[in-house]
C-alpha cells in the first residue's frame, strides 16, 4: 500500500547526525601523566579568567573569550612545563569557557560559591587533530614523537561502529570513552508501522497485515519487583541505614531488568520493521491518572511507553529508520471508515453508521496510521474491512481476584509476537 512513499517536507534541511559512546579499560600509565598536565593547564586557565570576572548586582560578567584569547593562550604555553602538544592549549581553554559558564548558571541561581570551580577528576578531551584512526586503534599525540593507542579490535561493539566515524575519545584514569558518529540518511523510510500502545502489548498495522508484540514480560516483571519493594520498604521503616541500602539495591535492579528488556524489545522491532517510519501515540500518562480508578492507576504504573519510545528514537537511525509521534484523541473509538466516534470502548469496535468491525486495538492502530498521512495529505488504500481478532494472553496465572502470579523474574526471556494475516 505505501511502497515506494517518500515525503519531501520530511526531510531535514541541515546534516544530522547520531553519537554513539563506548568505553574501554585504560590500561595505559603513560595516560595517567597526560591527564595530570591537562589538569593542571585546565586549573591555571580557570584561575586566570576567573581573576578578570566582574560581578554586578549578582550577574557575572565573564571576559569575551576572543578579547584575551592571545594573552591566555601565551600564559598557558609558558605554564606547559610537560610540554604537551600545542593543540592541547586550545582544548583547554575551550574547556575553561565550558566550566566558567556553567559555574556562572549555577552562582546566579545561588547554588555555588564565589571561587573558582577548579578540576578535580582527571579527563583529558581529545581534539580530531590529536588523534589519527589506525584501523580499529586510534593514535593520540601526547607530545611531538610520543603517542599512545587505543584500540577497539575484538571489543563487542567493534562491528557495529564499522562504518561511523570516530570524533573526540574522552580519557579518563580508568577509562577510555570512544565517541563514534553516523550521518543520518536525509531521505524518508519508505514504508510506515502504526502502534497502538496497551498495558500488555503493542498492537500494529504495516499497510499490509496486523502485529502483535506482547508485553507481558515487561508488565509482570514490574509487577513482581513491585511486590518486592514494597516488602523492603516495610523493613526499610524499621532498619533505617540497612533498609535504605536494600532498597536502593532493588530498585537498581529493577532499573536494569526493565532496561534490558526494552532493549531487547526495541532490538527486535527495528530488525523486523527496518528501514520504516515508526508511528505511536504521544501517551501523556500522568493524565491517564486522573481519570483513572484505583486499579486502573496502579496498572497504569506498571507501563513502561515512554521509556521504550525514547529508546526506539535513539536507536531508529542505526537501522534506517524513524519514529513519530501523534495524538492518540479518540483513535481506539473512530471509524477508520467513515470517522464515527463511538461513545464506548469495547474489545470490539464496531461502527453504528457503516458497520464496520474489528478489534479494538487494531482499529486504534489503523487510525494512528490513518492521522500520520494525514499529516502530509495522504490517505490509506485498499483495507479489506474484515474482522481480525487475537491477542497473546499476559504471562503468568490469573487468579480470581485479577492479580497474576509470574514465574520467577523473566531473566532470558524471550519476545513474543504475532502475526495477524488479512484473509
Known amino acids: ?3 515506494n512513499l517518500r515525503i519531501e517536507t520530511f526531510i531535514p534541511q541541515e546534516k544530522e547526525y547520531i553519537h554513539l559512546t563506548y568505553a574501554i579499560r585504560n590500561e595505559e ?8 598536565a591537562y589538569v593542571n593547564l585546565l586549573n591555571k586557565g580557570i584561575k586566570y579568567v576567573f581573576s578578570k570576572v566582574n560581578v554586578k548586582n549578582g550577574r ?6 576572543k578579547e584575551i584569547y592571545k594573552e591566555l593562550r601565551e600564559y598557558l604555553t609558558k605554564e606547559n612545563a610537560q610540554g604537551l602538544a600545542k593543540h592541547y592549549i586550545d582544548q583547554a581553554i575551550h574547556d575553561v569557557y565550558s566550566i566558567l559558564d556553567s ?11 564565589f571561587k573558582p570551580p577548579l578540576v578535580r577528576k582527571g579527563y583529558v578531551r581529545v581534539k580530531t587533530t590529536l588523534r589519527k584512526v589506525l584501523g580499529k586503534s586510534v593514535r593520540i599525540t601526547v607530545k611531538p614523537r ?16 564499522e562504518e561511523m566515524e570516530l570524533t573526540e575519545p574522552v580519557i579518563k584514569e580508568d577509562k577510555v570513552y570512544l565517541v563514534f558518529r553516523k550521518e543520518l540518511p536525509t531521505t524518508t523510510p519508505p514504508e510506515t508501522v502504526a502502534f497502538d500502545s496497551n498495558l500488555f ?15 507481558k514480560q515487561l508488565y509482570s516483571l514490574k509487577y513482581v519487583m513491585q511486590m518486592k519493594r514494597a516488602k523492603v520498604q516495610s523493613v526499610a521503616s524499621k532498619k533505617l541505614k540497612g533498609g535504605r541500602r536494600l532498597l536502593m539495591k532493588y530498585s537498581h535492579r529493577e532499573r536494569n531488568r526493565v532496561n534490558d528488556l526494552i532493549n531487547k524489545l526495541a532490538n527486535f522491532i527495528l530488525e523486523l520493521y527496518n528501514n520504516h517510519v515508526l508511528v505511536f501515540e504521544k501517551l501523556n500518562k500522568q493524565g491517564m491518572f486522573g481519570n483513572a480508578s484505583e486499579s486502573l492507576s496502579k496498572k497504569l504504573s506498571r507501563t513502561v511507553w515512554r521509556k521504550l519510545v525514547n529508546t526506539l528514537k535513539y536507536k531508529a537511525p542505526l537501522y534506517g529508520c524513524k519514529v513519530v509521534e501523534v495524538n492518540p484523541h479518540l483513535t481506539s473509538r473512530s471509524c477508520p471508515r467513515c470517522g464515527w466516534v463511538s461513545r464506548t ?10 458497520g464496520f468491525t474489528l478489534d479494538r486495538q487494531f482499529n486504534a492502530s489503523l487510525n494512528i496510521m490513518k492521522r500520520f498521512l494525514s499529516k502530509f495529505n495522504l490517505k490509506m488504500w485498499g483495507f479489506p474491512h474484515r474482522k481480525v481478532s487475537g491477542v497473546i494472553p499476559l504471562m503468568g496465572v490469573r487468579r480470581m481476584n ?7 523474574e523473566l531473566q532470558g526471556s524471550r519476545i513474543e509476537y504475532k502475526i495477524h494475516e488479512i484473509q
Open 1 to 3: 500500500m505505501l511502497k
Open 29 to 36: 600509565e603513560r595516560s595517567k601523566e597526560l591527564i595530570r
Open 60 to 65: 557575572v560578567e565573564l571576559p569575551k573569550k
Open 103 to 113: 559555574w556562572r548558571r549555577r552562582f546566579e541561581k545561588g547554588r555555588s560559591k
Open 146 to 161: 610520543e603517542y599512545i593507542t587505543y584500540s577497539w579490535d575484538r571489543r563487542w561493539f567493534s562491528e557495529r561502529v
Open 201 to 215: 502489548s503493542l498492537d500494529g498495522y504495516d499497510g499490509e497485515k496486523f502485529i502483535t508484540i506482547s508485553l
Open 345 to 354: 470502548v469495547d474489545k470490539t469496535f464496531r461502527c453504528g453508521r457503516c
Open 402 to 408: 485479577g492479580s497474576i502470579r509470574d514465574f520467577g
